[in-house]
């Protein structure tokens, strides 16, 4: 690919207060050790997922409905409706956790922490760089935002063949930053994953006195100033310890820390917190445009994005806007009028009904699809156009999933059937601008994909004759 | 507005015991299936127990807060009961009520009439089901003027509904019964332990501190608040006022004017110009007078605008005085500014902790990694000063990951869950459990969340159960709940009930210097702390543990500032024969001693001034001119040895005094520390450099010389005549009659005792040993130092009366470490703790 071009707005797009200068981005881009320049497009995979899903009667309104926000960009998505994950049901198990497993896997989970299989950006990731990405690239990389966090397939969607994770997940855009311009410790790489962790329980360390110096302290005056004092100094320490040291000269500015809940805070037992809008969209958007940033400057070819968790709970505030237009005002506490988990957008997914307006359920789904739009439209600049015409996201296999297709729980075969999923091009492997009914299970979708970039894996049991689902290749 | 708790039932009248008016108490009317037992009531059958009086009075201050709060202990006698069974009601038939808690099977229910609610309080707020358990239970059902109404158990949401609507349709004829309705019919079994009524709503976290508080908590603070306000504004104010401003010229040792501000007696009696105080009367009083004025106090700073209206207040509202003498000491720390101090753990309290929690041992890296605490007020353990730099979060962080590499995770884990799978279900278990033991109390639902986050972060970054454990405890062990002794000190600005767990972590860190063991927890899970009797077996317990021997070590340590000895460099050329171990061996005597007279012979405290007996290594043994019993350090007897016998002849004190044996610094150590008396600081522009010593001139000329300085000897008297006993003592503690210089020594002098006229003369060192060992004075001031070191502060003037029965409750029963102890950890300075509220501190 040519050298790529960094768009100004790109950087500054969503990144609120955040300063990361553009000259120094450039400057960066001549650096070496940052993933080198290549004349060739590159093969990437990456998947996006957004949680709770879509209900299949929904889908088929097409770019008419909740999925209006993609339709700018739908000459380059190939929409399938009727992908069936049902192979990935466990009785007993949570069924948002099932169908987030089967998200770009199309295996059942396997226990608490672990996927039943590999993701598929990972398996074309070892077919076309089996001697390893070039120098200084990150290789696989996994953010997200999203709160609830009870097990991993509800947030993690890049898994290695083993199924473990692909990566650490980074939840916060300065940890997202700073993996992509490595700003952490001298230490050898295999201890890089020990020092995120480590700093992770830093920062629960900070949220714990955090609160016994904030308003909600049980403590007095004295104490907690006195608090306040000891977390200034765990700060400093930890400027010291993770901000100072071998900071590249020229990377830019971090973000400022998030003020959204992390960490356990996030998910309180499953209960749920409440988010306004506006904070949610800002810190995502940072997120997307952090990680699109990532992929230009070719620091990162594969990998997953998510934007909310499966099953999550969220209490939403706020004007949702569309095009100009208001499109809803959320309220999910007062609307459903309860409090707790029962107050959680979460529950307009359990009363849908096909044949009520469910004008809740179809706002929040269009918020979601307008915060994936706008990560795909990063991709999708004019400054993203690569060595052969087309844009990064042309080039690119980004998949698209989510957890379900009916959140009412009642019928677990029809909550993993019709699943909504969306691809690129891949480079012309896929049908673009169009959207197919392809009728097929999720593993033989995947399989396909698969085959396209000449991977001899499969997913899924080995002694299962795979269908091809050629109506989806170019 | 209503509270009974059974304490004192008495011919069938349970009493209401709130205080407040119209009381409304409860007759038990029908008694066959009721029996009374010491605090609590045991129902095994049908009954009628109600008020004579009807509720009007109370229900009239509800309607105005339109908020209510009914808070029981109970003790359901089976699952089975319905109705729903009535535990309290205020009604006045089953289809016609206020409000009412009741049993329904396994589930608690409250109904409440509002303007909204059926007459018979429906719908009412029920608790999910097999919440009612067959054990005492604490159950809270709190509304609030927005209509919000929660139900607690144990502590904890249950239930939470809107009940809209207002109070202003209660029935003032209904009447309040307990364990059956108005007029029978819907029977409860049990026993009832209190009942309490609020007219405010309590927030989750105040049903909480009450349901850690224990059922005995509302009674004991009732009984508390019996003060009257000129009396507490005397102890709190106007004492420090007189201290600060007026007792420097007008104590009983300078009387200007003929004028003793400091006691009772003369404050009120004639001044040689009138009446000082006259309660009621300002302009008859000299004292409000000449202040007002500022024409008092003379040559100083008058009193400040506040100073003077609390003054104003005092003596127009009667002034009251509490108390015979106003001691200065009390008054060099504001209350305010340290009773309520979050204090961090010093460094061997940190490496105690770890070793208990963890069975593992971090002293040699602790000693290494960490900055060493710092003295203040005479401790190292006061709370204000044990700060934190970054030198401290770089070492906890280390350490944590030290503690955490020698343990072994999974097994640390199994103790508290067996199962290793990393699902939310068990991690919150395992976080739950592991974290009440590892922080020394129960979790919050916050904290739970917190801990179990690190769990899912590992998860996500492919890591396994052992390692989420281990980030989860690296977290636990630099949290603040790890680190500090965290307690609750916002509230409404009264003293509180500490609760179960705080005071379990009060006994363990004052006699073992280090967290609860099992025991001790399990203990405060069930409310037993509260239990005086069963208080007192744990402590007894914990006093014959042989960490309470150690632990009381550190308290002589840091009293006599034994570390010191470890820099002790004296000039070669006065001490050509000094070695360093010399130093060590005076640490190692002191310590021995203290063991030996304190635990070993179980003496009074104050024995410590003139035990005749100390433990010398050889070396130590000739530096002190007596012969050497064997190789190593050994018992001496020292009956026959007139010159030695009590901390003050050993070495760890007088080199207090340095090279030159200073009279100022030994006489400061004596009235500082062992008579508790104040002095101010030299003015400025005084040459402070050491006289030194010459034929002719002995360091007690030289003493004398400034007792006979206009200048210098107003102060000066008060505390170098205390050392003049010492002067045979050279610098490191050698006897001698002679200086250097073939001056004759002398060891006669006089002792004032501060708040005495009167001075005491003594011939030799022996008689001011005896002398210190018999003053109340100083057994006073060991007691006070105890309580200082155990509560990790320096005391104020708020603490002064219960250190006053801390203290005869200790001398009552001989005075020893045993009995001072005891009488500390059964105190209210540790059984209460002031709370600072949240108005007051905007005030500030």
């Given at each position: 690919m040519t050298q790529p071009r960094i768009s100004r707005r790109t950087v500054l797009k969503g990144l609120g207060g955040i300063t990361i200068g553009l000259p120094l981005l450039e400057e960066m881009m001549l650096t070496h050790g940052w993933g080198a320049p290549v004349a060739e497009v590159p093969t990437r995979a990456f998947n996006v997922f957004f949680g709770l899903g879509i209900p299949a009667p929904l889908q088929e309104e097409g770019y008419d409905g909740v999925l209006e926000p993609l339709k700018p960009l739908k000459e380059k998505l190939l929409i399938m409706r009727h992908v069936d994950q049902v192979r990935c049901d466990e009785k007993g198990i949570n069924a948002h956790y099932d169908g987030a497993s089967g998200a770009f896997t199309a295996t059942p989970p396997n226990g608490e922490a672990k996927s039943g299989g590999a993701s598929i950006d990972q398996l074309i990731r070892r077919t076309v760089y089996q001697d390893g990405l070039p120098k200084g690239m990150v290789s696989t990389l996994v953010a997200g935002t999203f709160f609830r966090r009870s097990r991993v397939s509800r947030y993690v969607h890049s898994y290695n063949p083993d199924g473990s994770v692909a990566a650490t997940m980074q939840e916060r855009p300065r940890d997202l930053f700073d993996r992509v311009f490595g700003t952490i410790g001298s230490s050898a790489d295999g201890d890089l994953r020990k020092e995120r962790l480590k700093r992770s329980v830093l920062d629960t360390v900070?949220?714990?006195?955090?609160?016994?110096?904030?308003?909600?302290?049980?403590?007095?005056?004295?104490?907690?100033?006195?608090?306040?004092?000891?977390?200034?100094?765990?700060?400093?320490?930890?400027?010291?310890?993770?901000?100072?040291?071998?900071?590249?000269?020229?990377?830019?500015?971090?973000?400022?820390?998030?003020?959204?809940?992390?960490?356990?805070?996030?998910?309180?037992?499953?209960?749920?917190?409440?988010?306004?809008?506006?904070?949610?969209?800002?810190?995502?958007?940072?997120?997307?445009?952090?990680?699109?940033?990532?992929?230009?400057?070719?620091?990162?070819?594969?990998?997953?994005?998510?934007?909310?968790?499966?099953?999550?709970?969220?209490?939403?505030?706020?004007?949702?806007?569309?095009?100009?237009?208001?499109?809803?005002?959320?309220?999910?506490?007062?609307?459903?009028?309860?409090?707790?988990s029962a107050g959680c957008s979460h529950e307009w997914w359990h009363q849908f009904r096909e044949n009520k307006k469910n004008e809740q359920l179809?706002?929040?789904?269009?918020?979601?699809?307008?915060?994936?739009?706008?990560?795909?439209?990063?991709?999708?600049?004019?400054?993203?156009?690569?060595?052969?015409?087309?844009?990064?996201?042309?080039?690119?296999?980004?998949?698209?999933?989510?957890?379900?297709?009916?959140?009412?729980?009642?019928?677990?075969?029809?909550?993993?059937?019709?699943?909504?999923h969306a691809i690129t091009g891949a480079n012309n492997r896929f049908k673009t601008g169009k959207i197919l009914n392809v009728k097929a299970e999720g593993i033989d979708v995947y399989n396909s994909m698969l085959g396209s970039f000449g991977v001899k894996d499969r997913l899924g049991p080995n002694d299962r004759e795979h269908q091809q689902v050629d109506k989806i290749r170019a | 507005m209503a509270l009974y708790d059974f304490q004192q039932v008495k011919d069938a009248i349970i009493p209401d015991v709130s205080g407040v008016s119209p009381k409304l108490d409860l007759v038990i009317k029908d008694g066959k299936h009721v029996s009374v037992e010491r605090g609590f009531l045991r129902i095994t059958g049908s009954t009628q127990i109600s008020s004579e009086q009807n509720v009007a009075g109370f229900a009239d201050v509800l309607r105005q807060t339109n908020e209510l709060t009914l808070e029981a202990w109970v003790k359901p006698a089976n699952l089975k009961q319905e109705g729903p069974a009535r535990i309290v009601t205020i009604s006045k038939n089953p289809s016609e009520r206020n409000a009412t808690l009741g049993q329904q099977g396994d589930q608690y229910d409250v109904r409440l009439r509002t303007t909204r609610t059926t007459t018979n309080g429906i719908p009412s707020l029920s608790s999910p089901k097999k919440i009612v358990q067959t054990q005492l239970q604490h159950v809270v059902?709190?509304?609030?003027?927005?209509?919000?109404?929660?139900?607690?158990?144990?502590?904890?949401?249950?239930?939470?509904?809107?009940?809209v609507g207002d109070l202003r349709n209660w029935d003032n004829g209904y009447h309040l019964a307990l364990a059956n309705e108005v007029g029978g019919d819907r029977v409860w079994q049990g026993e009832i332990h209190l009942v309490a009524i609020y007219n405010r709503s309590l927030t989750p976290d105040d049903a909480r501190q009450h349901f850690r508080a224990g059922p005995n908590a509302a009674t004991k603070l009732l009984a508390e608040k019996k003060t009257n306000p000129n009396a507490e504004l005397f102890e709190t104010r106007i004492a420090g006022i007189l201290a600060k401003h007026c007792l420097e010229c007008h104590d009983p040792a300078t009387k200007k004017g003929g004028l003793d501000l400091s006691q009772k007696s003369t404050a009120f009696a004639a001044s040689d110009s009138g009446k000082t105080l006259i309660p009621g009367k300002l302009s008859e009083s000299d004292l409000w007078v000449y202040v007002e004025s500022d024409e008092m106090p003379k040559k100083r700073t008058a009193l400040s605008a506040q100073e003077k209206e609390a003054l104003k207040t005092w003596i127009a509202g009667g002034a009251t005085w509490t108390f015979e003498t106003i001691d200065p000491a009390l008054y060099q720390h504001q209350s305010d500014g340290v009773r309520t101090f979050v204090r961090r753990l010093t460094v061997d309290e940190f490496t105690e902790t770890v070793r208990v929690i963890f069975d593992v041992d971090i002293s040699q890296e602790a000693k290494e990694i960490l900055p060493p605490d710092l003295r203040a007020d005479g401790f190292t353990n006061t709370g204000y000063n044990l700060t934190v730099d970054l030198g401290h979060v770089d070492a906890f962080a280390q350490l944590a990951e030290i503690i955490v590499n020698r343990l072994d995770v999974k097994k640390f884990a199994q103790r508290f869950e067996k199962s290793e799978k990393l699902t939310d279900d068990n991690m919150r278990k395992l976080v739950e459990n592991m974290g009440r033991w590892v922080l020394r109390g129960p979790l919050d639902a916050d904290e739970i969340n917190i801990f179990r986050g690190i769990s899912t972060t590992v998860a996500s970054a492919g890591g396994n159960f052992e390692e989420a454990v281990g980030f989860i405890l690296q977290s636990m062990i630099q949290s603040p709940r790890f680190i500090y002794i965290m307690e609750r000190e916002r509230g409404l600005g009264e003293s509180r009930i500490v609760t179960g767990y705080e005071l379990a972590n009060r006994l363990s860190y004052i006699i073992w210097g280090g967290p609860p063991d099992k025991p001790l927890l399990d203990a405060a899970e069930r409310f037993e702390l509260q239990d005086e009797e069963k208080l007192h077996k744990h402590v007894t317990r914990m006093l014959a543990d042989p960490r309470a021997r150690t632990h009381s070590k550190d308290f002589i340590s840091q009293w006599l500032n034994l570390n010191r000895l470890n820099h002790l460099s004296p000039d070669p050329k006065l001490f050509p024969n000094w070695s360093p171990q010399i130093a060590k061996d005076m640490q190692q005597e002191t310590l021995r001693y203290f063991e030996d007279v304190v635990w070993e012979q179980q003496r009074p405290l104050a024995d410590l001034l003139n035990a005749q007996v100390t433990y010398l290594s050889p070396e130590?043994?000739?530096?002190?001119?007596?012969?050497?019993?064997?190789?190593?350090?050994?018992?001496?007897?020292?009956?026959?040895?007139?010159?030695?016998?009590?901390?003050?002849?050993?070495?760890?004190?007088?080199?207090?005094?340095g090279d030159e044996a200073s009279m100022v610094t030994r006489g400061l150590f004596v009235l500082h520390d062992l008579l508790r008396g104040t002095v101010k600081d030299p003015p400025p522009c005084v040459d402070?450099?050491?006289?030194?010593?010459?034929?002719?001139?002995?360091?007690?000329?030289?003493?004398?010389?400034?007792?006979?300085?206009?200048?210098?000897?107003?102060?000066?008297?008060?505390?170098?005549?205390?050392?003049?006993?010492?002067?045979?003592?050279?610098?490191?503690?050698?006897?001698?009659?002679?200086?250097?210089?073939?001056?004759?020594?002398r060891e006669d002098g006089q002792i004032l005792i501060p708040g005495s006229a009167e001075k005491i003369a003594y011939e030799n060192?022996?008689?001011?040993?005896?002398?210190?060992?018999?003053?109340?004075?100083?057994?006073?001031?060991?007691?006070?130092?105890?309580?200082?070191?155990?509560?990790?502060?320096?005391?104020?003037?708020?603490?002064?009366?219960?250190?006053q029965q801390i203290h005869e409750e200790s001398q009552s029963h001989g005075?020893?470490?045993?009995?001072?102890?005891?009488?500390?950890?059964?105190?209210?300075?540790?059984?209460?703790?002031?709370?600072?509220?949240?108005?007051?501190?905007?005030?500030r």
């Open positions: 900070v949220d714990q006195y955090k609160f016994y110096a904030g308003q909600r302290s049980p403590l007095g005056k004295n104490s907690r100033a006195k608090i306040a004092t000891h977390l200034e100094r765990i700060r400093e320490f930890e400027q010291r310890a993770y901000e100072m040291k071998d900071k590249h000269p020229l990377a830019p500015k971090a973000p400022k820390p998030s003020e959204l809940a992390h960490g356990g805070q996030a998910d309180p037992g499953g209960e749920g917190i409440d988010m306004r809008l506006g904070d949610l969209v800002e810190e995502w958007r940072l997120m997307a445009d952090l990680y699109a940033l990532a992929v230009q400057i070719d620091r990162v070819r594969f990998g997953a994005l998510t934007f909310l968790a499966a099953g999550e709970r969220l209490r939403i505030t706020g004007d949702y806007e569309y095009g100009g237009r208001k499109v809803f005002t959320f309220n999910d506490e007062k609307q459903l009028g309860k409090s707790g179809r706002a929040h789904i269009h918020m979601k699809m307008r915060e994936v739009a706008y990560f795909l439209s990063l991709l999708d600049q004019p400054e993203m156009k690569e060595a052969n015409g087309r844009t990064v996201l042309e080039n690119s296999l980004i998949t698209v999933s989510t957890e379900s297709g009916d959140g009412r729980h009642s019928d677990p075969k029809r909550e993993l059937s019709g699943i909504f | 059902y709190s509304r609030n003027r927005f209509g919000l109404a929660r139900l607690f158990v144990d502590g904890r949401v249950v239930g939470e509904e809107k009940i130590l043994a000739k530096h002190y001119g007596l012969s050497p019993q064997g190789n190593s350090i050994a018992r001496y007897e020292l009956e026959a040895v007139s010159s030695r016998g009590g901390l003050l002849t050993q070495g760890s004190v007088l080199t207090i005094g402070t450099t050491p006289v030194p010593t010459k034929p002719g001139l002995t360091n007690r000329d030289v003493a004398e010389m400034r007792l006979k300085n206009n200048a210098c000897g107003g102060c000066h008297a008060r505390f170098e005549p205390l050392a003049f006993g010492l002067e045979r003592f050279d610098g490191l503690g050698t006897y001698r009659v002679k200086d250097q210089y073939g001056n004759t020594l060192s022996t008689e001011l040993m005896n002398l210190l060992a018999k003053s109340e004075r100083v057994q006073e001031s060991l007691t006070w130092k105890v309580t200082q070191f155990c509560l990790g502060r320096p005391l104020v003037a708020a603490d002064a009366r219960q250190v005075g020893t470490w045993y009995t001072l102890i005891m009488a500390i950890v059964t105190s209210d300075l540790v059984k209460t703790s002031p709370t600072v509220s949240l108005s007051s501190e905007e005030k």
